[in-house]
């Protein structure tokens, strides 16, 4: 029986199928792997470029034995595409995101208008001295000449 050469899965693949051919090669479980890969990535941060280098060197399974080189060109396309997808779905996300917060800001804003006490109205000038009573014509100081 021969031994299995290491590969990558795309028929199990979440992303790249490393963590599904890493398994299958080794017969471990696969859903392991990848979270061995995601506590290796929170903890030292490593596991992306290792995951990286050997999306960019594994051969996809049932890929012919030939050049590493078309290997390395392959992977980085399927890097290339899965990195513009999720862009592209991290922006829309984005996008929608801004709008929810901007429609929410606007609706606060017009329930608070739609709250805010009514403006005074404007201050009416002072009456003439010479209309008020006697009584009502002394200031702080005593009597207004």
């Not at 050469?5 to 392991?32: E, F, P």
């Not at 996809?60 to 890097?79: C, Y």
């Not at 779905?89 to 709008?99: E, G, H, L």
Request: charge should be negative.
């Amino acid at each position: 029986m021969g031994e299995r050469s290491l590969t990558r899965d795309l028929q199990n693949n979440w992303i790249g199928g490393v963590c599904s051919g890493l398994g299958a090669r080794y017969g471990w479980n696969v859903t392991l792997v990848r979270a061995a890969f995601v506590l290796l990535t929170l903890v030292f941060g490593f596991a992306i470029a290792l995951y990286v280098a050997l999306w960019l060197l594994l051969p996809p399974a049932g890929h012919a034995e030939g050049s590493h080189i078309g290997t390395a060109r392959e992977g980085a396309e399927e890097i290339a595409e899965v990195t513009r997808v999720a862009t592209k779905r991290i922006v829309d996300a984005a996008r929608t995101a801004a709008d929810e917060i901007a429609g929410a800001a606007r609706s606060t804003a017009r329930q608070h208008d739609a709250d805010a006490a009514p403006a005074p109205p404007p201050a009416s000038t002072p009456p003439d001295l010479a209309e008020l009573p006697e009584d009502r014509r002394d200031g702080p100081a005593g009597p207004i000449p």
